[in-house]
């Protein structure tokens, strides 16, 4: 007697999971209908304000410069380091990287918002032009710089070998003076070597060149030449390194570590996630390593020293980086012939699982390189940047933050032309302490 009722139980319960699926499905079809209305509706807004602007205005405009210019808009609401670049920038850009673009000749770090002169190659036309280390560069044809960041600026200055370039700089105590500089191709290494007070010194200037880890293990083996095996440490100094090419981060990371994860690239879906890991042929293994940043340390450097950090490697001596932890993808548009879109993808964690973006790499050892005014210097990073994306803090189980280290300042009678945090690197490098205290560092 029972059995009808069970058969129209079991037709019922069909019926009602068919009818909430299709009921699901057409929902979702309706919300995805909805949602390109939506966007349809929109793109007609934009054409319509787009027309009346072309007819109305009350001059003539460039409509493809308009329409750049809206499209960036767009881009930079998101964060400020997507954007999107012009077909004429994007062939630039191209010829860059076949090497027919040129420079000027200087190393820069962003300080009170403007680009400070940290370095002027003397073979170099900025140093022709009369531009020198401590100079700060306040404009770049015209546009102020001011609160840019330090990525923009570098690539306003940048264009064309041959090209003129007009910058306003201003040197300490005195007027500001607008400087004409013709570009160059500038040629050279990415490293700098020497043996400085026994102890084996590397500066590695960028990552934006293919042979960054192949030149950097090369000045190395120079130095184990010059000293020999017995080498008692090394400085590897990333300050005013604002990045460059991944491959190449992990590459660098690779000479200092026997394996291991490097970094670890995190996008919005599950399936964009990627782990680097180093090669097993650590260059210099037990030797003990120092590196130096600072507020220019940037991307590709804070991918070194966070996986250094992180996997016990290194000691980490000089002043909070950047914070630039976001992974930028280019999508040329039309082939190129339309420009290219540079989006913001995905982000950048260390071995340990921290970000990077927004927070940068703190040092084991704060050290600031100047004696204590009593002023406030107002470090400009990455957060400083508007609409900069949020910074992910770790929050996992038994993770507590590591702790905020003590500021150091050099001496009041320290003088300025020698280096405080080099110098306090080496002396520690020398000590006995070097390994206690790094294993103190990484347990923390």
């Known amino acids: 007697m ?7 139980l079991w037709l019922g319960l069909l019926v009602t999971i068919g009818t909430c699926a299709g009921v699901s499905l057409r929902t979702l079809a309706d919300a995805k209908h909805d949602s390109e209305q939506r966007t349809y509706e929109q793109l007609a807004l934009f054409a319509d304000v787009l027309t009346r602007v072309q007819e109305q205005y009350v001059e003539p405009v460039k409509t493809d410069i308009l329409i750049g210019n809206a499209l960036n808009g767009l881009l930079q609401s998101l964060d400020p380091h997507s954007r999107y670049v012009a077909p004429v920038a994007f062939e630039n850009q191209q010829k860059r990287a076949r090497r027919e673009y040129g420079g000027l000749g200087i190393e820069v770090t962003m300080e009170d918002g403007l680009i400070l002169v940290g370095y002027a190659n003397p073979n170099a036309p900025a140093a022709r032009s009369g531009i020198k280390a401590g100079d700060k560069i306040t404009h770049v044809e015209g546009d102020d710089i001011k609160d840019k960041s330090l990525s923009d600026a570098v690539e306003k200055m940048r264009g064309l070998a041959g090209d003129p370039i007009t910058i306003t700089v201003k040197s300490p105590g005195e007027e ?10 500038i040629q050279g290494r990415a490293v700098r070597h020497r043996m400085y007070e026994g102890v084996g010194y590397v500066y590695l200037e960028t990552f ?5 880890a192949r030149d950097l293990a090369e000045a190395i083996d120079l130095l184990i030449e010059e000293h020999g095996r017995g080498l008692p440490g090394l400085v590897l100094d990333l300050r005013g390194n604002g990045g460059g090419f991944l491959t190449q981060s992990i590459n660098v990371a690779g000479l200092f570590l026997n394996g291991g994860e490097v970094v670890s690239v995190r996008g919005r879906q599950k399936d ?6 180093a ?26 020293a966070g996986a250094l950090q992180d996997r016990g490697r290194a000691m980490i001596i000089g ?17 190129g012939r339309k420009g290219a879109l540079r989006l913001t993808t995905a982000r950048y964690f260390t071995p340990s699982g921290n970000s990077i973006q927004g927070l940068g790499i703190t040092p084991d050892i704060w050290i600031e390189p100047f004696a204590d005014d009593g002023k406030e210097h107002i470090a400009f990073t990455e957060s ?3 609409n900069s994306l949020d910074a992910i803090i770790r929050e996992t ?10 500021q150091q300042f050099a001496p009041e009678d320290w003088p300025d032309d020698k280096d405080y945090q080099l110098e306090e690197a080496v002396k520690i490098l020398k000590s006995s302490e070097y390994k206690a205290r790094l294993d103190g560092f990484f347990n923390q």
């Open 272 to 277: 964009d996630d990627s782990r680097y890991h």
């Open 319 to 335: 002043t909070p980086s950047f914070g630039k932890g976001s992974v930028q993808s280019v999508f040329p548009l039309y082939g």
């Open 176 to 185: 500001a003076r607008e400087v004409v500089v013709v570009r160059e191709v």
């Open 397 to 406: 189980e038994g993770h507590t933050a590591k702790p905020k280290p003590q």
């Open 384 to 386: 400083s940047l508007p």
């Open 208 to 212: 934006n060149n293919e042979h960054a």
């Open 279 to 304: 090669k097993q042929d650590e260059k210099i293994p037990g030797i003990p390593l120092i590196v130096l940043i600072n507020g220019s340390t940037a991307s590709a450097s804070e991918i070194v």
């Open 2 to 8: 029972r059995q009808p009722f069970k058969k129209s």
